[in-house]
């Protein structure tokens, strides 16, 4: 699930980072799109640029997609869920700070070592810090693959949930281990995810196992 990558950085700009941490909140994005989303590569943004996180950022020479500084106080933890792109992540403070694979049973421990780590977040998982300080990482999301179908099909997607926080739990423990994998094998496309819709292209003849696998609280339009 975390793979360390041949990508490192010098561990010594870690303290700079921590006295340059963002006021605004423990998610901060230091970067912004030029086209799509999930498919086009973003671009660090002009406040960040000749600080300790422009060094940071452009240790991990890959198109990028959205960045971002991720703060977890000590004793806190988040709820279960998967991610359709996998994750670029390095951390940069923290003690007994852990990432956890819920399917395979596997904890993770996080250290300060200056490896970029490659996250397969196809797996349900969550990330906890069990330690006395703030758990502090840079994250990058990988952009999807622009996959090339020879007989797509344009699928809609809407919830019957009010609530559209309990529709995002739903959807990100029972369908996003499944686009995850439809990205990387290469049978969906022009994957779009709104407030309370999402969209996709998808193979004629992966649409039938789709529909096995979408909860009832979905439905296609």
């Known amino acids: ?47 960040y640029k000749g600080t300790v996180w422009e060094t940071l950022y452009d240790s991990l020479p890959v198109a990028k997609g959205e960045a971002r500084i991720i703060i977890l106080d000590p004793g ?9 792109d996998d994750r670029y992540h390095l951390n940069i403070l923290g003690d007994n700070s852990y990432l956890i694979n819920l399917v395979q049973e596997t904890m993770h421990l996080l250290s300060q070592d200056g490896i970029w780590h490659d996250m397969d977040a196809s797996f349900l998982h969550t990330a906890t810090n069990f330690g006395r300080t703030a758990r502090v990482q840079l994250v990058v999301r990988k952009l999807l693959k622009k996959n090339i179908l020879s007989n797509p099909i344009e699928v809609s997607l809407a919830t019957s949930m009010e609530n559209t926080n309990h529709a995002r739990f739903l959807f990100d423990n029972t369908m996003s281990p499944w686009f995850n994998e439809a990205n990387k094998l290469g049978f969906i496309n022009n994957f779009t995810q709104g407030a309370v819709s999402i969209k996709f292209n998808i193979e ?18």
């Open 1 to 47: 699930m975390l793979t360390p990558t041949k990508y490192t950085v010098n561990t010594s700009l870690f303290q700079d980072a921590c006295i340059a941490l963002p006021e605004a909140g423990m998610k901060t994005t230091i970067n912004q799109p030029t086209g799509d989303f999930f498919y086009d590569p973003w671009q660090l943004k002009d406040e």
């Open 76 to 84: 806190q933890c988040y709820q279960i869920h998967a991610d359709i």
């Open 204 to 221: 004629q003849d992966k649409l039938e196992s789709f529909k096995r696998m979408l909860p009832e609280e979905f439905k296609i339009l």
